[in-house]
């Protein structure tokens, strides 16, 4: 057999390999309630694995649930955990204008235990799966979601870890800080202007006080939204993808998964 063909054989195994794996992880749309809310979230999951897994919960941007979101949890299923992606705002609605964005998240700001409750309803489908294991949860978030994961942690849910990326840090109270059963990762865009000094200082003393264990990670240079590859097209300079902080910190995320969930 000549090596021409001995490489092109090897190379269909190789992309059929591929192929078998990311046939395996199954997406389905699940509709659910929060409160009146109609909300329609997003499951990801890999079909060739048996039994429970650990379960993660993916909030979204301001913009809504839309396909960045839903594709951090397809990566997140790709790795072997049942990922539930969020619908914060009821009816799969999604926004483009930074102006929309802004309205519809503080909307859901403006009654934090409203928003709450929303974080715990979709964390209760994330539960009900039957491929997850209840007992290994974890939230995480982008922007708005990062938030919100936190907001979830103040309530006490049992939550393993918690990780946020360019999020908005609201300062918990002692009893919030006490509450908090999970390691927190904080990555943070260390010229982000959307996110003033005097919060993150606030917020880290609140989790001081409590002894949370926690790791934030400030990336030199970059801004918001630097996990999100076409942050630039609202041509906002404050709005900005960087490869490096993006790479880094989905390697900080996969390792507390893994830490937290003992899967390594």
């Known amino acids: 057999m000549s090596r021409a063909l001995l490489f092109s054989l090897a190379g269909c195994v190789w992309l059929c390999s591929l192929t078998a794996a990311s046939a395996a992880v199954q997406t389905k749309t699940i509709k659910y309630k929060a409160g009146d ?16 897994r650990p379960g993660v919960l993916v909030v979204h941007e301001w913009w809504g649930l839309n396909d960045y979101a839903r594709n951090r949890a397809k990566e997140l299923a790709a790795l072997g955990y049942v990922a539930f992606a969020a619908d914060m705002y009821g009816e799969g609605k999604t926004v483009e204008h930074p102006k929309d964005a802004g309205e519809m998240a503080g909307k859901v700001r403006a009654n934090v235990e ?11 489908v994330l539960k009900s799966q039957p491929q997850c294991d209840s007992t290994q949860l ?14 979830l942690g103040y309530t006490g849910a049992d939550l393993k870890a918690i990780a946020t990326f360019h999020a908005a840090l609201p300062t918990p ?3 919030e800080a006490q509450a908090i059963k999970a390691e927190v990762l904080v990555c943070n865009g260390a010229a982000d202007t959307f996110i003033p000094e005097m919060a993150i200082q606030s917020f880290k003393k609140g989790l001081d006080g409590a002894h949370v264990k926690y790791n934030f990670v ?18 906002n300079p404050g709005m900005q993808y960087n490869a490096d902080a993006d790479k880094d910190s989905w390697e900080k995320l996969t390792a507390l998964l893994a830490k937290a969930f003992q899967t390594k």
């Open 114 to 124: 409203s928003w709450r409750k929303r974080a715990i309803a979709a964390l209760e």
């Open 138 to 151: 974890a939230a995480m978030g982008y922007c708005f979601g990062g938030s919100t994961a936190l907001q």
């Open 218 to 235: 400030n990336y030199p240079g970059a801004v918001h939204s630097f996990t999100v590859a076409d942050a630039g097209k609202h041509g």
């Open 37 to 52: 809310t109609e909300c329609v979230g997003f499951l990801a999951y890999d079909d060739a694995l048996t039994g429970k």
């Open 173 to 175: 109270t002692a009893a």
